[in-house]
């Protein structure tokens, strides 16, 4: 009762700021009076909006759960029970890593994981220290996914080999490959993390999948997506229809649609890359950067800003948000690797992510998503975002390979 009361005196004192608004447009007391009680003042729960006196600034709160998005993606053929089923599982399995990644120190889950043995850190199969958390949000997600059904096979970023599903369980037809926790250097100082995931369909007569089963072009994705634990926790998802955001209530426990059809700007002033390996990347990469550090005075004519988290989600989402281009290019430090990033289950899945939300996604050489992976760690050198920016990029490649085949010849 008392909550009603007060909620009907916020209303009323938004009618008298508005009437004092009104005499006194010039004062600007009054405009700050009107502000302050327009800001508290929300409609009582189930109120028509249409007869709330404060039309402006309210908006009604996302009603369509992730499940419901689901259902109705299925009803409309776009995806099958099993995938529904498989989405929501991995949905359940990142609100379970969001919560052990929010409790932080509490958890007792910061720091390196400690190699079996006691001895040392953990290090996974691309020679990287392990941490808690990364083991932690591994072991959620391949809990969560082994006994729903609908997968043949798991493979993760740290783990050297895929999984087949084990033989107590039901198979499916679907092979799920997964970063469970990337950004993970940034655990320990608070800073976003994600889990970025791909769905490829398990190849026709193959019940216990192998490597080789994964090793599909990422075209071929049925289904990608990424959670970013930050200051919400976010399901970015595309099942080759869009690119559309959830926002986990966490009150409620659900993952609400509350960006339908994400675009990505074509031009943009923004781009995100490591500049410490200024000194490292090749020539085409060299320039490129250096036109856009230039500003207006350059090749370019404007000025750049420049971002760099160095969480790939977090990073991929501020560009899925407003634009940019990201870039983590092949550098000199490790030369006989094509890039940092791996092609399997980081750049494949932003790239339709992407491209899903109307961005490009390259190698700076080729469309990402048309490379034929030939091993399941594999890692590929990345551009991807506005297109018109992932555009110039390639044309700074395009440029190189041309004076170097005329030279040749
Ligand atoms: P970690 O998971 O080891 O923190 O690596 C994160 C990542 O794979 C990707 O999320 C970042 O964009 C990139 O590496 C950052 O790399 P640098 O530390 O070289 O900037």
Redesign the pocket.
Known sequence: MSFICQRHSQTENTLAADRLQERSNASNEFAFLRIRTRQRAVPFPGMKLDNAPFPTSVKPMPSITLTRFLIEEQRAGRINADLRLLIEVVARACKVISIAVGKGALGGVLGDATASGGDGASVNVQG?AQKKLDVLSNEILLEANAWGGHLAGIASEEMDTSQPIPDIYPRGNYLLLFDPL?????IDVNISVGTIFSVLRCPEGVTRAQDADFLQPGTAQVAAGYAVYGSSTMLVLTVGHGTHAFTLDREVGSFMLTTRGMRIPEETREFAI?MSNHRHWDKPMQAYIDALLAGKSGPRGRDFNMRWV????A?VHRILSRGGVFL?PWDRKEPGKPG??RLMY?ANPMALLVEQAGGAASTGRERLLELQPDALHQRVAVILGSKNEVAQAEAYYREADTRTAACER
């Open positions: 990287e990337d950004g993970s250097s940034n490591n160095g969480s790939m989600v990073d983590y940092k990033l980081e």
